[in-house]
């Protein structure tokens, strides 16, 4: 690839499954949940899926998921909180479940997130903990959200690029302690970026819906384009973009809007 070039970008949304995109417009009225990804399909080529963080995979359900979707649809599928946010259980029982339950995904798999929570910081407890979870998951495509500063060092990126694991670019409010926006790539393959809105009274009232209440106006995602998708787009193979801004339907509209400004 040479500098000129730029990698196609798949664009989507966090989560699809959204009763108030009804309301908002997205989906026409009446849409009822099962019919939502077909709909979704029509508009964006990639989903990146919620409800395996909050619940464990489950094949059967994820192969009917996968019978609503088109053949050439793709998905982000989180790991499941068990092992990343609420680590009670046997981590190692608990992956083997979640391998179980994600096969049937596996030829429409872009990548596994592993999305980690603000108070996983770079101790050495929490830096074996994820040495060994990511070798656990090898053979599939990885990317690494995380939310504690401590983990922006090149030894870090230097660990990831050496297993071709991709480091998640986050848009998010300016807060301390929280995680940059970085333009690192790690995996030449893949580039991985989340929209998580800039409502910073939102993010520090702790609660869900405030949280990611934000539209992000043409101009933000011009400059966004230009600073940090355009510096991306010359390194990697592909790129994957979900907006979280789920409130009141901002992701599927800020989505379209990235689209038209990337000529999608």
């Given amino acids: 690839m040479t500098a000129e070039t730029l990698c196609p970008v798949l664009v989507g949304t966090s989560g699809y499954s959204y009763t108030e995109w009804v309301d908002s417009g997205f989906y026409p009225q009446g849409t009822r949940t099962p019919e939502m990804l077909q709909l979704y399909a029509e508009s964006f080529p990639i989903v990146e899926l919620n409800y395996t963080w909050y619940q464990m995979v489950r094949a059967e359900a994820i192969s009917r998921m996968i019978s609503r979707a088109p053949e050439a649809f793709l998905f982000a599928a989180k790991l499941t909180r068990t092992l990343t946010h609420e680590r009670e259980r046997d981590w190692k029982e608990e992956l083997r479940r ?60 230097a660990e990831l690029e050496k297993r071709r694991i991709t480091l998640v670019t986050v848009d998010a409010p300016s807060l301390r302690g929280l995680f940059p926006c970085l333009d690192v790539l790690t995996n030449p393959d893949l580039f991985f970026v989340r929209f998580h809105g800039r409502n910073i009274g939102g993010w520090q009232s702790g609660n869900m819906q405030k949280k990611f209440d934000y539209c992000y106006t043409e101009e ?35 989505g379209r809007i990235l689209q038209e400004i990337l000529g999608q």
Avoid: C, M, T
């Fill in 220 to 254: 933000e995602l011009q400059q966004w384009n230009e600073k940090y998708l355009s510096v991306l787009r010359k390194k990697a193979g592909r790129g994957v973009v979900f907006f979280n801004n789920h409130v009141r339907a901002q992701a599927p509209a800020n």
């Fill in 98 to 157: 979640y391998r179980e339950g994600i096969r049937p995904l596996q030829r429409q798999l872009a990548v596994i997130l592993v999305q980690l929570p603000g108070s996983f910081d770079w101790s050495r407890s929490n830096r074996y903990y994820l040495a060994h979870l990511l070798d656990a998951l090898h053979g599939f495509p990885l990317a690494v959200e995380f939310r504690h500063i401590s983990w922006a060092r090149d030894s870090v990126f």
